[in-house]
């Protein structure tokens, strides 16, 4: 039977920290978690007579699918336009148990968060005076069954009137949402993925090879994580949902260039297997290798749902207008960097892994490679070079396990990648970079080492914008930059000659001269030829997340910027030939582009600060 949940003063006070958080991260620009809205902690159980819902069907994934749609009925004697349906997972959440957050803090008796939210009134507009409605809702396979819960009073005041019986996918543990990214040398590919299986009940592996060729089996090793890992509210209160185990396998010694195939599975300890779906990736090129290869670039994607529910902020239609845009160009895509803002879970575990399967169509087919940006990684007196709450609590651990990256140490996130005549160097602004830290020692380690006879291209990734930006949000702060980021690094990208260095971070398009020093070297074109001058910047931070404000004082060195959702697209044609792209989420138009043309003796050619030593002796 349900009965009265107390609210204690205990209770609210973590509360006001999470509602601080979102109100937090939505005035730094646009990161709220719309699962932030909801007080869980004032939950009170309230049953209505005559009140009900019912879900339908209640089975689901009969045909091994992974997405199902299901239809929520329900009735309210006594509506409001306030009432709200939300969806729990696991399906008994009144029956948990909530641990304390500490000695002072009183554990909440309802105390996980919904995985997904929508108003009673939204389809049904008129709930409010018939007190019955429908909703078709999504649901993705997440190692749990599912509930259906009427509430009123609002967000900021919950009463559970009436829930539903549990939904279930047939197989809720099934290996699900394969994420390919490279690995550390060029001729690896990991596969990564997400099962309910621990290695007490199974042996996970991937069965791959080449097309139409024998298929070999390789292990995977498997990971998870635990509430006690989280650095704060909400990721450790309501926040927290089991994120399953997480599962990389290695595959190694491909050949360049060769379509592959592969199927993740679980072989269980009865000798049966539980298979995932069969899906196929293209081998990298070998370093220095000419031919067509092409790169997408963007960050602050976040995920949104195909339903309309949790919207908030535009995420909806530019988080999914980017995805499908990827979709549908997929055939002319090589590989993608997600340059950080991932999710915007902000401490609401279950949302990784309605991303994952969000990006799904993408990840499984081509490497997607990830950034740890602030809404990651950042929570005070964790490590992170801001002390701001952005990450929810979340203090980087579900990015550095949910995708994999090749870097030396994971939790550090920096890592280079060789793709073809591309050299990554992928930083981590989350983490000291200025001079004399390890960071900076990577960045300039990364820069230096690269062979520019082999691959040409060199290009600079992070995710706050270490180099020019005209956002309001920096103007505010009297600056066009992160506190002294170019400062300490436009001397190395000077020194290397980047080409392009691209950041996200800032909600929208804007592309810069080529820069140092706060001057045009040269200007602003939509063609470069001959030696290097200087590094163009290029903000690509509006793949999904509420967009942002721009001075409206122009700055020289700003040659372009669009408020509007999009992505860059690299493509590298030969060795003396780069195309860069801006393409808008809605359509796929190009917005702007411009090419690069240079042999090699311009590569090497002297310019400004980055002549190398030279002497008159014979």
């Known amino acids: ?7 204690t003063a205990a209770a609210v006070s973590v509360y006001a ?26 939950a009170t159980v309230e049953p209505q007579p005559g009140a009900f819902v019912d879900a339908s069907p209640a089975l689901l994934g009969l045909e091994w699918k992974d997405r199902e749609w299901v239809t929520v009925t329900y009735s309210n004697p006594k509506p409001s336009k306030d009432d709200w349906i939300g969806v729990f997972s696991p399906a008994n959440f009144n029956d948990s148990i ?7 803090v009183e554990a909440p008796l309802l105390c996980t968060a919904p995985i997904k939210f929508q108003f009673a009134n ?10 019955k409605g429908s909703l078709r809702l999504q649901l993705i396979n997440q190692r749990e069954d599912f509930s259906f819960a009427l509430f009123s009073g609002g967000l900021l005041n919950p009463k559970l009137i009436a829930h539903s019986k549990s939904v279930t996918f047939i197989n809720p543990k099934a290996p699900v949402y394969p994420r390919l990214a490279q690995g550390k040398s060029w001729n690896e590919m990991t596969v990564t993925w997400t099962s309910g299986y ?39 209160t309501v926040g927290w949902r089991d994120p399953g185990f997480i599962h990389t396998s290695f595959l190694r010694d491909l050949w360049p260039n060769f379509m592959y195939s592969y199927q993740i599975g679980h072989q269980l300890f009865d000798g049966s297997i539980v298979w995932g779906h069969q899906y196929s990736f293209k081998a990298p090129p070998y370093p220095g290798e000419d031919s067509l290869q092409r790169v997408v670039i963007f960050g602050d994607m976040g995920k949104a749902e195909v339903d309309g529910s949790n919207e908030f902020n535009d995420f909806e239609p530019g988080s999914l207008n980017t995805t499908n845009q990827l979709i549908k160009d997929l055939k002319n895509i090589d590989m993608v960097f997600h340059i950080g803002d991932i999710t915007y879970a902000n401490g609401y575990l279950s949302q990784w892994d309605q991303f994952t399967a969000q990006v799904e169509p993408i990840a499984s087919t081509v490497p997607y490679m990830v950034g740890s940006g602030n809404h990651e990684r950042d929570w005070p007196g964790s490590g992170s070079f801001y002390g701001n709450l952005d990450s929810g609590g979340e203090c980087g651990v579900p990015a550095q396990n949910m995708f994999y990256v090749p870097a030396k140490n994971r939790e550090q996130f920096w890592y280079l990648m060789d793709y073809g005549m591309f050299r990554f160097c992928v930083a981590n602004t989350e983490l000291d970079w200025r001079t004399g830290t390890e ?19 060199l290009i600079f990734l992070a995710h706050r914008v270490l180099g020019y930006s005209s956002a309001t949000f920096y103007a505010d702060e009297g600056t066009t930059e992160e506190p002294m980021g170019r400062e300490s690094l436009q001397s ?17 398009y804007e592309r810069t001269c080529p820069v140092y020093e706060n001057v045009c070297v040269a200007k602003g074109s939509d063609r470069y030829t001959g030696a290097f001058t200087a590094t163009t910047h290029v903000v690509v931070g509006g793949g999904g997340a509420s967009l942002a404000d721009y001075t409206a004082a122009r700055a020289r060195w700003s040659h372009a910027r669009d408020r509007d959702f999009g992505f860059a697209k690299l493509t590298a044609f030969n060795h003396t030939t780069l195309l860069f792209e801006y393409k808008k989420s809605r359509d796929g138009s190009v917005h702007d582009r411009f090419t690069v043309s240079r042999d090699y003796r311009d590569v090497l050619a002297c310019g400004v600060d980055n002549c190398p030593s030279a002497t008159l002796a014979s």
């Open 122 to 131: 939204y389809t049904s507009r008129n709930y409010e005076h018939t007190g």
């Open 17 to 42: 920290l999470v509602a601080l958080i979102a109100a937090g991260a939505a005035a730094a620009g646009g990161g709220e978690q719309p699962l932030s809205r909801i007080a869980i902690h004032r």
């Open 1 to 7: 039977m349900m009965q009265s949940l107390p609210r």
């Open 439 to 457: 960071q900076y020692k990577f960045i300039e380690h990364c820069l230096s080492s690269v062979d520019r006879q082999k691959q040409p291209w």
């Open 198 to 236: 621990s290695t007490n009940e199974a042996t996970p592996f991937v069965r791959w090879g080449m097309q139409g060729q024998i298929q070999i089996l390789s292990p995977a090793g498997t990971l998870t994580f635990s509430r006690n890992t989280m650095c704060g509210p909400p990721a450790r």
């Open 98 to 104: 909530c641990p304390s957050e500490n000695q002072w």
């Open 492 to 508: 190395l990208w000077q020194k290397y000659k980047v080409d392009i260095a691209m950041y996200g971070h800032v909600h929208g």
